[in-house]
């Protein structure tokens, strides 16, 4: 069955950065865009952008512009997403999701990292 | 940005009720729009695409409608699995934009 899974809890200081990565299996991992959506405690869902996995192409949204970064390892199929210059409000839970119907909707999610950032 | 609202914030309601929640977008966004369920500690789920599309696996008692601005998703009889947060979601334009979530409890 297709699955997500995402890399482990991570604490950083301010001003740091941080890398999750988003291993997918069981489809063809450049046959669809890999989308991220971080969630901070107790509010709502914030989209951050996609990256084509058979291009390497990346769409942020403009608020994540400069400072995250998408990549991908096709060998591996993994995508990964790196936060620079970490601040506290940055503490969240970051998911990685299955971009299908033209890369509109998110079928399958990964459990999500929390990433918590603390001085 | 386009900003989505969604209404009531919060609903209480029993197993066997019918509850509809609503999402309104600051413009038009055609029949670009999804539904997802989120429980605690849980990714979200995607329950309905394109304003009423069922995905695949997921109870008919869903159903959405709408198209433009005003959206609405529809539960037709409550079961004891349903009571989680519901977001909605355009995917009109970047950047994609949720609604702040209502959060369905049992009464």
């Known amino acids: 069955q297709v699955q997500l899974v995402q890399s482990g809890a991570e604490v950083k200081k301010p001003g740091a950065s941080v890398r999750v990565s988003c291993k997918a299996s069981?489809?063809?991992?450049?046959?669809?865009?890999i989308h991220w959506v971080r969630q901070a405690p107790g509010q709502g869902l914030e989209w951050m952008g996609w990256i084509n996995p058979n291009s390497g192409y990346t769409n942020y949204a403009q608020n994540f512009q400069g400072w995250v970064t998408m990549t991908r390892d096709t060998s591996i199929s993994t995508a990964y997403m790196e936060v620079s210059r970490l601040r506290s409000d940055d503490t969240a839970v970051y998911y990685c999701?299955?971009?299908?119907?033209?890369?509109?909707?998110?079928?399958?999610w990964g459990q999500g990292t929390l990433v918590t950032v603390s001085s | 940005d386009i900003q989505m609202t969604q209404s009531p914030s919060s609903v209480s309601a029993s197993v066997g009720d019918r509850v509809t929640i609503t999402c309104r977008a600051s413009q038009g966004i055609s029949s670009w729009l999804a539904w997802y369920q989120q429980k605690p500690g849980k990714a979200p789920k995607l329950l309905i695409y394109?304003?009423?599309s069922l995905q695949s696996g997921v109870p008919s008692r869903f159903s959405g409608s709408g198209s433009g601005t005003d959206f609405t998703l529809t539960i037709s009889s409550l079961q004891p699995e349903d009571f989680a947060t519901y977001f909605c979601l355009q995917t009109n334009s970047f950047p994609y934009t949720f609604g702040q979530g209502t959060k369905l409890e049992i009464k």
């Open positions: 069981a489809y063809t991992f450049t046959g669809y865009y």
């Open positions: 999701a299955r971009g299908i119907n033209g890369a509109r909707d998110f079928d399958y």
């Open positions: 394109a304003a009423s």
